[in-house]
């Protein structure tokens, strides 16, 4: 069969996934608040059952020639290939899991076709773990709802050296909008009504670099190490300041509020910048996103703009006024910026559907 999953757009709470987590040892810190929906660019495959191995071509590397890999579905062999980082650890790190939870063979996958942004904030390694659990799941008829097929898929990321929170296996749902609530192990999702009328994104390539890796070393330690004004500026953004702006943001977007959506964006990215890039800066001054946001052609056409995913460098997100604006905002965008590269995405209103 024919496979597709999308990236994921976080439009706020990023972080707030994992650092709810620490809710488990500390209870009195917040928890955490998000709103996800899913792209038009993902991860296109053709899938097939295998009697004995896991066999995977990929182009995930995006523009790169097409590459293999062939395991036997043996629990020690995936174990050790997902250790090692990289694009096969997350499909061995998912097949670990099935194989340790399920009685299945093999696959075979063929992804043939990626348009989705690597490492750009856009959950490229949980969309391929997200298509691995959802292949086997279909194809060996595992009977798993969509939550199922998330949680199946975190755990196989998690069994790699990444350290993802919960939110970024959010692409499963599609281009449904949804707020989850993260209070230490325990996730509630909640679907979002669509908006009263469409509301026009744009997401941009910003064509720089960020360490992803770095940002959530340092962040994590302000939940481990003993408090200082750092630490503590940290777990009030992610807290109680992000409680506030999602929540906000969740009645705004079923209203089809752009305005104050965007409003919101601003909002949160002032508050990011004021309580977070202390705790990074080498990652999180991040001056080419900011040099965008700021950028005095394209105010006229948007409502506001933030980073995205883990922030940093990588990418960056605007809410347009109208489709018109989105139109001229991605032209200034490819004509002043040659480097980045723009992503449109339309969240459907109630009355477009």
């Not at 809710?23 to 709103?35: A, D, H, S, V």
């Not at 043939?112 to 856009?122: H, S």
């Not at 939550?147 to 350290?163: I, N």
């Not at 506001?304 to 922030?311: A, D, F």
Request: hydrophobic content about 40%; some cysteine.
């Amino acid at each position: 069969m024919k496979l597709f999953v999308p990236g994921r757009l976080c439009l706020f709470g990023e972080h707030s996934d994992w650092a709810a987590g620490y809710r488990l040892m500390t209870p009195q810190i917040e928890k955490g608040y998000t709103i996800v929906v899913g792209i038009n660019q993902g991860i296109y495959a053709d899938v097939k059952p295998h009697p004995t191995d896991l066999i995977v071509r990929t182009t995930l590397n995006h523009n790169s020639l097409m590459q293999s890999f062939q395991l036997l579905m043996d629990k020690k062999k995936l174990l050790e290939e997902a250790s090692k980082g990289g694009v096969f650890s997350y499909i061995a790190g998912v097949g670990y899991q099935v194989i340790k939870n399920y009685p299945v063979g093999g696959l075979e996958i063929n992804n043939y076709f990626t348009d989705l942004p690597i490492k750009k904030g856009l959950s490229s390694s949980a969309a391929i773990c997200v298509l691995v659990a959802r292949a086997f799941n279909l194809l060996y008829d595992l009977k798993l709802n969509t939550r199922e097929e998330m949680e199946l898929a975190y755990q196989g990321e998690v069994t790699t050296p990444s350290r993802c929170g919960r939110m970024d296996q959010a692409c499963a749902y599609g281009k449904q909008p949804i707020m989850m609530i993260f209070d230490g192990e325990k996730t509630d999702i909640i679907e979002l009504n669509l908006p009263k009328k469409d509301l026009f994104f744009v997401i941009v390539d910003l064509g720089a670099s960020k360490d992803t890796q770095e940002i959530l070393t340092r962040l994590n330690k302000c939940y481990r190490e003993e408090l200082n004004e750092i630490n503590k500026n940290v777990q009030h953004y992610f807290g109680v300041i992000n409680a506030d702006i999602t929540q906000q943001a969740a009645l705004a977007l079923q209203q089809g509020d752009a305005e104050k959506i965007g409003n919101l964006m601003v909002k949160a990215q002032i508050e990011f910048d004021r309580y977070i890039i202390p705790a990074c800066p080498a990652q999180l001054k991040s001056p080419v996103l900011h040099s965008l946001l700021n950028y005095r052609p394209l105010q006229e056409y948007i409502w506001g703009g933030k980073g995205v995913g883990s922030q940093g460098d990588g990418t960056a997100q605007f809410i347009a006024k109208d489709a018109a604006s989105q139109e001229q905002l991605i032209k200034i965008i490819k004509d002043d910026f040659p480097r980045m590269q723009c992503l449109k995405l339309v969240v459907q209103g109630c009355l477009s559907n």
